[in-house]
């Protein structure tokens, strides 16, 4: 198993536009988590996922919206694209939600100009 | 609302030294805390979970929830400790949401 997928794996865009990141987990793993990182600081929360299902949300607003799939793979969308929108975008699988380890992806590195 | 500080951005030690990692928490229910790492050009891993209180790559953590610290140890550091360090907190109510410090850089110095 190559563990999680991301791609791309940088991505460049301008203000106003739209992007979809994408994401493949690990298999058998059924919940998918999505973290924003900026430059200098930890992974921040922005959704989970488990059987399609939202579990959870962080404190982004609604341009950001996520799914999960009937693979359990993950889309990841942001529209209205800001410069402050750019960052590494995290993916992590595991088992189950909860207190389970999580299993990290490379990463997209999107760009906003 | 839970917070995650890692006081250190930076920290650096000789080989063989000692290494403390500073880690304390926020957090109004119970806590579950995790540390994270990640090696140069490698992807966010695990390294140790709190309630399992195993010791990882000679690293341990003790959950002191007077102090709400969770700090990360290890007795003598070697060379291949050098990474980025992030403590985490798990929240629940059904949410399930890690959330993370700022990370601290350990450079062992040989």
């Known amino acids: 198993d190559a563990g999680v997928t991301q791609s791309p794996t940088h991505l460049i865009k301008t203000r106003g536009q739209h992007v979809t990141l994408r994401c493949s987990p690990i298999?058998?793993?059924?919940?998918v988590s999505w973290y924003q990182q900026v430059l200098g600081q930890g992974p921040q929360f922005i959704f989970q996922?488990?059987?399609?299902?939202?579990?959870g949300r962080g404190n982004f607003p609604d341009r950001f919206s996520a799914r999960q799939f009937p693979n359990y793979s993950s889309e990841l969308n942001v529209n209205a694209l800001l410069l402050g929108d750019s960052a590494l975008y995290l993916c992590a699988s595991s088992l189950l939600p909860g207190a389970y380890e999580q299993y990290f992806g490379p990463g997209t590195r999107l760009t906003v100009t | 609302a839970q917070r995650v500080t890692q006081p250190e951005k930076l920290l650096s030690v000789f080989k063989g030294a000692p290494v403390e990692l500073k880690c304390n928490y926020s957090?109004?229910?119970?806590?579950?805390l995790f540390w994270y790492v990640q090696y140069s050009r490698q992807r966010l891993q695990l390294l140790l979970r709190?309630?399992s209180r195993e010791s990882i790559k000679g690293f341990t953590a003790d959950l002191n929830k007077g102090e709400t610290s969770f700090h990360l140890k290890k007795p003598f550091a070697q060379e291949e400790d050098s990474a980025m360090y992030y403590c985490?907190?798990?929240?629940?109510?059904?949410?399930?949401?890690?959330?993370f410090g700022k990370g601290t850089k350990l450079s062992v110095i040989p």
């Open positions: 985490a907190l798990l929240s629940g109510a059904g949410s399930y949401q890690l959330t």
């Open positions: 298999s058998g793993h059924k919940s």
């Open positions: 709190h309630i």
């Open positions: 957090y109004s229910g119970s806590p579950e």
């Open positions: 996922y488990y059987e399609k299902e939202e579990r």
